[in-house]
């Protein structure tokens, strides 16, 4: 009987103990918010920017979709300051507590609700330092006389601006006030955008299709519009305009490439927004308006693969959304697929296979780097109590681009590209995790029950596994294996003046420097310099892999232009190599913290925080 009892009695009580962690655990460890209970289906922002105190000030409306009985509503908020919170239309004031700092994740906002409450209205500001958001200096915008604000959100930054279920399984419509200076533009991830200032300062922006919080983005400055299409077009500075617009020019190209592939565009318009250099990302594939760092602005369009990159991200993250940071690759490899099969349409396949070239030689040295039994190589990742950030490294890229085009390989591209057709539509506006993804492989493949296709495909050690597996597609090159040519017999002594580089492009040069051993002399580096002007370019990229190498060998001439570099470019893929590479040795980590003091305050919080770790 005694027994029967214990049972009975720990039965009841491991129970009671699930039920309630269900109660209050949401599948997604980056957010406090109960969205399994009540979740977030409009956001009504009305926000006031401030130039002078670097503050954001107004409140947010939140309409609710109840799914269980609950009193409470919990949000994630980081560095907010909450003022009032009050229930529908009739704006019935209501407790609220804000719950203890959590590492990374900013605090819970608990709100006291009743299963009746159709909306919350949050009046609340932000404070000067919030991670989303970065405020210029006139100096630090092209035109050098008006300030700008942009924001951040992704990964989990969104936060730091709009009290929100900052996780990507909630999704929700928005609209949005936004009352600035007169004298500059607003412009959101939504329609509204014109590029047109308002005598009264006052902008606003409705979003009718239901997105996830990291895709909600504000900018702010002195900007003008250029159409490029009958359905995009450019923002920017206007000293900036022309540039942009003549970089841009294959964007409708792009857009019918990506339609023809895998569906219709979803957004109705796609515009870019090209910011000042600070901007931390080469580009963020904010819906209806892709933000973009000027550093792509090559002058000669070599670098529009970005482009490319996050126009994909309007099927492959933005319409089908990674369900949790743990399965970030779930964006971004399929967005590197997808971006390499729109550039093979629109360039050619020579072209795309160089990029894809270049793809597979960055992810064996990010392995390398990283460690061949790293965890972080899995593709599907474990950032529990981490900074989903870890998780931003070329496995999700590159490795998920490849596992992909693995599948292309094995089961043809006739079928692949059919159930990726599929996929991008019956799974729009929703979420998906890694083995959701597995698993509507297997039953459309039939993976299983082939043993032919699971002894090539391998799919647990790419997923579940460190490194690269065996099985890795070869992208094949023949201009650069004419590169390869070309390194060897600089190597074996031919002068770099008398090289063959005739009608070399950006990517030849950056298989050309990627390709050259760690241990290359310092006078073999001058003589590269002196036959190609590489200090001098004016190509982002080749200038950061030209940096490092200058670096390596403390080529002094490289290092007046390579401050200047710091100083102004602020895309963390760009310079933190170079600090990576200065913190080796005690004079260049040295140096690299004088510089580094000095640039620091231009540089967006993603941008610094990686830094201060390699630095500290
Ligand atoms: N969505 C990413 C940027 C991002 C990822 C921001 C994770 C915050 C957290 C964007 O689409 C991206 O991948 N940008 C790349 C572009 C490149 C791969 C073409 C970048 O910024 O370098
Ligand atoms: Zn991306």
Redesign the pocket.
Known sequence: MRIIYFFFFTTLVLTMSIAQKQQHTNSDIHSFANSTEVSVKHLGLELSVNFETKIISGHAMLMLNHKKKTNKLVLDTRDLTIEKVTLDEKEMPTKFSLGDEVKFLGKPLTIVITPKTKSVKIYYRTSPNAGALQWLEPSQTSGKEKPFLFT?S??ILARTWVPCMDGPGVRMTYSATIHTRPDLVAVMSASGNSGTKKSDGVYSFEMEQPIPSYLLALAIGDLQFRPLGNRSGVYAEPSMIEKSANEFVDIEKMISAAEELYGPYRWERYDLLVLPPSFP?????NPRLTFA?PTILAGDRSLV??VA??LA?SWS?NLVTNATWND?WV??GF??YF?HRIMEKVYGKAYSEMLATLTLKDLKSTIADMGAENPDTHLKLNLLNRD??DG?TDIA?NKGYFFLRLMEETFGRERWDSFLKTYFNENAFSTMTTEQFLEKLDTHFQIKHSRSFTEKLKISSWVYGPGLPDNCPKPQSDEFDKVLMQVNSFLDGTQASKLNTEGWTTHHWLYFLRNLPDSLRLEKVIELDYAFYFTRSGNSEILSEWFQRCIKVNYETAFGPMRNYLMNVG?R?LIKPLYVELAKTPSGKAWAKEVYTKARPGYHS?SYNTIDGILK
């Open positions: 951040q992704q990964a990302f080469g580009g963020m594939e760092t693969a970005l990159h996050e991200h993250g970030f964006n971004e967005t590197v971006e989903p950030d931003v890229y895309r893929k993603v």
